[in-house]
């Protein structure tokens, strides 16, 4: 009893430990404050998006002060921690199927669609319509109470000086057409439409170019003014002609490259005329004949310039900033969004540029259609389970009120001011209030040089004929899809017919099966869960004490030794006597549960549950946002005969079981050498053992450096020698190796088990096979060899494992490309999870996985008794 009392006064210590070392809250709400939890861009609130929320929460309080019906906001913010809210939204997932979602998020427009298609956005047209309304009925009695906080106009204010506009309803006539069209989702099943969006801000592209390159290639007017390109045609010809080469016939300068900037076989397609989704919704249409035109297009300009591998080659060396292959004149002419004529204001001061719409078909233009672009940016959203859905409303209203862009741009312009810099600002989605900041921050200027002020006219003028992605369930996928066909086809893997009717059909199947969804039993309640799993528990508890204190027939021991080898004496025979396992085992195995127990809860409630829901899971058709629906093996059928990816994947992961013996080999080439009494050792080992505990993301960072083919380490070192070297990580052929090497470079942390190994081995084995004659090779083949065995076996089977979970370096280095090279089988179960909310499918996969993985583990085991020496073998 003592024990139990000793182990609860330190539990309770550790606990108010614990609790005094908590986080607290460094602000304390008002008394009634409302919190609204906000998560943006870039991390919390700061900046000029925090003036802005202080404004909001000041007329707060002033109308809390007049109605105290009204509550008093404070905002807080978090940060999402990913590297693409749309291609990593793990912990929004998390937090929206918790129950525990931000109340506004800031998130990409184009995935809007596809994450309202599964719930989990809020429709805001209700608001919308509720908010006209009280604005009409309060224009026709300004005596009441204005319908919310900034309503009318008030004089500036003097701390702030910022003009205090009226904050006016949010009204769709407001806004460009394709900003607000792109947060309007209509269910093709249904015909059933809503906006899940306000538009936060936007961005389109255009053609940028260097003037003194088109004019030093002759591409000039009859002003001697340079010409760009207006046409398809003419942009190949200057492309080619603008391209230069250095003496080893590697790309110095280029013309042009179709998909460096932000252009994408997107707007390729929609100028000549294409379409990649039918107007009901129903069917994608990527390889409709203008799209097959535009990627042959895109194609045949690659094949001209070298080929996408040496173009790629080129773009590998791209940095930003003052060495932006553009600003140094590397680049005569891209297609880029607006966001880069900040950087470009600031280091390409002396970089003459000009601006136009992106060239166009001849025939299109032929046909009278003006020149277009392509726009994207953010919205504001309500997820569907946000806890203060009335509070995000009253924030969203403002954020995209004047006042709001008011107090932002200005904070901004200072920002810049004080650093030295020109401001430019972006554009933004309504109207009045883009034409507001154009006049006031770029025509008004006069610190902003006249060339900039025309190409952001230029930007702004085409956001009227601007297009946008198609709005739908599977929009990631489809992006997606229109990458890999535009590798496929670029790289010469599919004709551009053959790639974009392949990945049609891919994206065709998951639109299907978001509209039509499988047959099944929906899963409603998951309360059987948790007594199924709560029987299990309790099953195994009864069965390991029935076996633990089980009666037993102790057989008579032959000597006073014999019994566990430690045991003597009267103890000894009292316990043979017993009939059981007896009292001190009994004891034994109770004070061992009690220290694991912190560790079989921790199983318990984080990792056994989780393991039998996957299992579950593995057969239903599931999002995490809606009820699963049990589809039996379906998932797995699918995954044998279906994913077209999967067998890529599975592939890719097993060539990397390459670099296992190759590590193997190092890390006991490392340890042999470390492992001599030599002055200053520790200092070696520690040198080689470092890199391996190097975070993989900065490792992954320096070794694209390294790989970089024309001024990386690795090539500039095999140019010392006259080899060529090859495109590394943007060559299929060679981006799996280039992964493989790298990894050799943490062999540093086999190496301590190795030499741990070595050090176990006693000098006399060396000196008796000397004796006999033995030379070095031969005591390291018959002596040291054999007695390594246990460590070759252990790194074998852990790095095996490791090998099947590869993933970070591939998430963060090629992104899986290219042309899926290094698409591993983890990165595609992460893609399909998170990605492609395909969470069942996920799970199939990831049991698939472990299943693999078990029977390569248990294959070992079984044929590590044939050459696996232990000591006391």
């Not at 108010?16 to 919190?35: F, N």
């Not at 001024?711 to 070192?717: D, E, L, Q, T, V």
Request: glycine residues 10%; contains cysteine.
């Amino acid at each position: 009893m003592s024990g139990w009392l000793k182990g609860g006064f330190w539990g309770a210590i550790l606990l108010t430990a614990l609790w005094l070392l908590a986080p607290q809250r460094t602000i304390k709400l008002e008394d009634g404050a409302v919190e609204i939890r906000y998560v943006g861009r870039g991390g919390p609130i700061q900046g000029a998006m925090e003036d802005a929320v202080r404004e909001f929460e000041r007329l707060s309080r002033e109308r809390h002060a007049i109605d105290p019906a009204y509550p008093i906001y404070r905002v807080i913010s978090g940060q999402d921690g990913t590297q693409s809210q749309t291609e990593d939204p793990t912990r929004f997932i998390v937090s929206l199927a918790g129950g525990m979602p931000p109340d506004v998020i800031d998130f990409d427009r184009f995935a809007i669609s596809e994450w309202a298609s599964r719930g989990a956005f809020t429709p805001l047209d209700d608001r919308v319509q509720r908010d006209a309304e009280a604005w009409a009925a309060w224009q026709h009695d300004t005596n009441a109470l204005p319908p919310w906080p900034g309503a009318t106009e008030e004089a500036p204010r003097a701390e702030g000086g910022q003009t205090q506009a009226a904050i006016t309803p949010i009204l769709q006539e407001n806004f460009y057409p394709g900003t607000w069209n792109e947060a309007v989702y209509r269910n093709p099943a249904t015909d059933v439409s809503g906006l899940y969006g306000i538009p936060s801000d936007t961005d389109n592209r255009v053609l940028l170019y260097n003037k003194d390159i088109l004019i030093r290639n002759g591409y000039t007017n009859a002003l001697g003014q340079a010409q760009p390109p207006r046409t398809w045609e003419e942009l190949e010809e200057m492309a080619l002609k603008m391209t230069e080469r250095d003496d080893k016939g590697r790309i110095k300068t280029i013309g042009f490259i179709p998909n460096y900037g932000n252009s994408w076989l997107y707007m390729y397609g929609w100028q000549a005329g294409g379409e990649f989704l039918s107007k009901d919704g129903r069917r994608i249409t990527l390889n409709d004949p203008p799209i097959v035109e535009a990627l042959s297009f895109m194609t045949d300009i690659y094949k001209k310039l070298g080929g996408a591998n040496d173009v790629y080659a080129f773009q590998s060396t791209f940095q930003g900033g003052d060495l932006d292959p553009f600003v140094l004149g590397k680049v005569a002419m891209k297609i880029d969004g607006v966001w880069v004529m900040s950087s470009l204001a600031f280091y390409g001061r002396d970089l003459n540029i000009g601006a136009a719409a992106a060239p166009m078909p001849k025939r299109e233009l032929d046909k009278g259609r003006e020149p277009i672009s392509w726009l994207a940016g953010w919205a504001y959203a309500i997820p569907s389970t946000a806890r203060e859905k009335e509070g995000a409303w009253e924030l969203i209203r403002f954020l995209t009120s004047q006042r709001a862009m008011e107090i932002m741009r200005a904070a901004e312009n200072f920002t810049a001011m004080s650093q030295g810099r020109p401001y430019l600002p972006r554009q933004y989605p309504q109207r009045a209030q883009n034409e507001w900041v154009f006049k006031k921050y770029v025509e008004d200027n006069p610190a902003l040089e006249p060339k900039f002020k025309e190409a952001m006219r230029v930007y702004n003028d085409l956001l009227d004929n601007s297009r946008f992605r198609p709005v739908t369930p599977v929009g990631q996928k489809l992006w997606n899809c229109q990458i890999w066909a535009m590798e496929d086809a670029i790289f010469g893997k599919k004709t551009p017919q053959d790639a974009l009717d392949y990945y049609t059909g891919i994206a065709q199947r998951d639109l299907d099966a978001v509209l039509d969804p499988p047959a099944g039993v929906t899963i409603t309640s998951w309360t059987w869960f948790f007594w199924l799993y709560g029987g299990l528990i309790a099953l195994i508890v009864f069965l390991v004490y029935r076996h633990e204190t089980r009666s037993v027939t102790a057989p008579k021991p032959k000597s006073r030794f014999s019994l566990a080898g430690i045991f003597t004496g009267e103890k000894a025979d009292a316990i043979a006597m017993s009939g059981s396992k007896g009292s001190y085992f009994r004891s034994q195995w109770r004070d061992g549960i009690l220290c694991a127990l912190p560790w079989i809860l921790g199983f318990i409630v984080f990792t056994g549950g989780p393991l039998l829901f996957s299992i579950v899971i593995s057969f239903c058709q599931f999002d995490v946002l809606n009820p699963a629906v049990f589809t039996g093996l379906k998932n797995y059928a699918f995954m044998m005969h279906g994913d077209e990816l999967f067998w890529k994947s599975l592939y890719n992961t097993l060539f990397m079981v390459i670099g296992i013996p190759l590590g193997m080999g190092v890390g006991l080439g490392l340890a042999l050498l470390l492992n001599v009494k030599v002055r200053g050792i520790a200092v070696w080992r520690t040198l080689f053992y470092l890199p391996s505990i190097v975070p993989a993301v900065a490792s992954s960072i320096l070794w694209i450096w390294i790989f970089n083919p024309q001024s990386g380490m690795i090539n500039a070192m095999l140019g010392a020698i006259g080899i060529a070297g090859p495109n590394w990580l943007q060559d299929e052929n060679t981006s799996k190796w280039a992964l493989i090497l790298m990894g050799l470079w943490g062999a540093g942390g086999g190496m301590i088990i190795w030499l741990a190994g070595l050090k176990g081995i006693s000098e006399s084995y060396y000196e008796a096979a000397a004796l006999d004659g033995a030379n070095t090779w031969q005591q390291f083949k018959y002596v040291t060899i054999p007695m390594m065995t246990p460590y070759i076996f252990f790194n074998l089977v852990m790095g095996l494992i490791g090998t099947f979970q590869i993933f970070t370096q591939a998430f963060i280095m090629t992104q899986g490309g290219p042309v899926n090279s290094t698409l591993f089988f983890a990165y595609h179960l992460f893609n399909n999870a998170f990605r492609y909310l395909q969470m069942g499918y996920a799970a199939a996969m990831a049991w698939f996985l472990f299943l693999i993985v078990v029977l390569l583990t248990a294959f070992q085991m079984k044929t590590s008794k044939r050459w696996v020496h232990y000591e006391e073998d």
